[in-house]
C-alpha cells in the first residue's frame, strides 16, 4: 500500500500561485499534473478575478457596478451576466436574512468613510444616507434575467464588498476545473474553496484566523473538500473616530456600522459567493438573531464573541463541537 501511494502522488506538484486584485492578493495552491500549462493557467486566473473587480468594484469609476449607480431611476441599463448573477444573489440573502444583508448601503459606506468618497465620517453625509437608504433592496431593484439588464425603482447607490470577493473565488475554481485541476485550495482575502482534497487523500487544512486587532494569530484549523468558507469580521478594517473603533461592514437597519459584541463569523458553504454573503449577513444580525437564522436554515456557522477581554464560541452543523475546531 505505502507503495501505490508513493506512485500515486508522483504524478503531482504540489504549485502555489498568487497576484494583486481587488486591493488584496488571489492566491491558488494546487497538485497539479505534467499535463498543465502553468503560464495559461495563471493568465486564466488572473483574467478571472480581475475582471470581478472591474464588473462590481465601487472603486472604479468605470465599472459597471459605478454605471448602475450613476443611472438614473427608471432607467434600464444593460450589465454583463456575472454582475447580474451576484445581484441575483445578494438580493437572495437580502430577503432571507430579513434585511441583514443589504446591497444598498453604498450611501452609507460612503457616508461613514469606508467608500472611495472619503476617509472619514461625514454627519451631514449620514443625515442624507439614513434618509434616502431604501430598507427593502428587493422593491428598490428589478432584475431582467432574459435581457441582462438592471433598474433602480428608488434613489440608491450599490455596494457589494460583502459578496464580491467570495464571487471572484467562484470565479477562479471554474478556472481550476476548465484546466482539469481536481486537487486545489482558492483563496482572496478571508474567502477560501476547495476543489476536492489534496492529492495524498486528506482534505485541506485552512487556518481560521483569530478576531485579534493588533495581531495576526490563529484560532483554529478547519478541514475543507468540495467546500467553501468565508468569514467576516470587525477586526481587519476600521476608523477610530473620538476614542471609539468603527467596523466597516454596515448594519442597514441601525443606518451605522455594526456594533453587537460579535468578533467575526464563519461560514461554510458549496460555494464562496454564499458563504461570504451570510458571513455578512450573520455579523450584522448579530448572535441571538444570527444564530436563529443559521439554525433555521442548517447552515454551518461559527461566531466568536467579545465578552470583555475574551472570547466565547457558538457554533452550529460542524462547528457545533468545539472538536471540530483543530487549534
Known amino acids: 500500500m505505502p507503495k501505490m501511494f508513493s506512485e500515486s502522488a508522483a504524478k503531482y506538484q504540489r504549485i502555489t500561485l498568487n497576484g494583486p486584485s481587488m486591493g488584496t492578493r488571489w492566491s491558488a495552491t494546487l ?3 505534467d499535463s498543465l500549462d502553468i503560464n495559461a493557467f495563471q493568465q486564466d486566473l488572473a483574467a478571472a478575478v ?17 454605471r448602475v449607480n450613476r443611472a438614473p431611476v427608471d432607467a434600464w441599463v444593460e450589465v454583463p451576466a456575472e454582475l ?14 430579513a434585511g441583514a444583508f443589504n446591497p444598498c448601503v453604498g450611501g452609507l459606506v460612503n457616508a461613514w468613510g469606508f467608500g ?13 444616507a439614513r434618509q434616502s437608504q431604501p430598507l427593502a433592496a428587493h422593491a428598490c431593484l428589478e432584475l431582467d434575467s432574459n ?18 470577493k467570495g464571487y471572484a473565488v467562484d470565479r477562479m475554481t471554474q478556472v481550476l476545473q476548465k484546466h482539469g485541476v481536481r486537487h486545489a485550495l482558492a483563496a482572496l482575502d478571508g474567502e477560501l474553496c476547495a476543489v476536492g482534497g489534496q492529492s495524498c487523500g486528506v482534505p485541506w487544512s485552512v487556518a481560521l484566523e483569530s478576531p485579534d486587532l ?11 473538500e468540495d467546500l467553501a468558507v468565508a468569514t467576516s469580521g470587525d477586526y481587519r478594517r476600521y476608523l477610530e473616530v473620538g476614542g471609539a473603533r468603527l467596523a466597516h461592514t454596515m448594519d442597514p437597519r441601525r443606518w451605522a456600522p455594526v456594533n453587537n459584541g460579535v468578533a467575526s463569523v464563519t461560514v461554510l458553504a458549496p460555494n464562496c459567493m454564499q458563504a461570504d454573503a451570510w458571513a455578512t449577513a450573520l455579523l450584522v444580525a448579530g ?3 444570527g444564530l436563529a437564522m443559521a ?7 461559527l461566531f466568536l464573541l467579545r465578552r470583555g477581554e475574551s472570547l466565547i464560541e457558538l457554533g452550529l452543523g460542524r462547528f457545533g463541537q468545539a472538536a471540530n475546531l483543530k487549534a
Open 31 to 33: 497538485d497539479a499534473d
Open 50 to 66: 480581475d475582471q470581478v473587480d472591474l464588473q462590481i468594484s465601487p472603486w472604479k469609476p468605470d465599472s459597471d457596478l459605478m
Open 84 to 97: 447580474l448573477e451576484v445581484l441575483a444573489c445578494a438580493l437572495d440573502v437580502h430577503r432571507q436574512s
Open 116 to 128: 472611495a468618497q472619503s476617509d472619514a465620517p461625514d454627519a451631514n453625509a449620514i443625515r442624507i
Open 147 to 164: 435581457a441582462v439588464k438592471v433598474r433602480k425603482q428608488a434613489p440608491l447607490q450599490l455596494d457589494l464588498c460583502g459578496i464580491a
Open 214 to 224: 493588533e495581531r495576526r494569530a490563529v484560532h483554529g484549523v478547519i478541514e475543507l
Open 287 to 289: 448572535s441571538d438573531e
Open 295 to 301: 439554525q433555521r436554515m442548517g447552515m454551518d456557522v
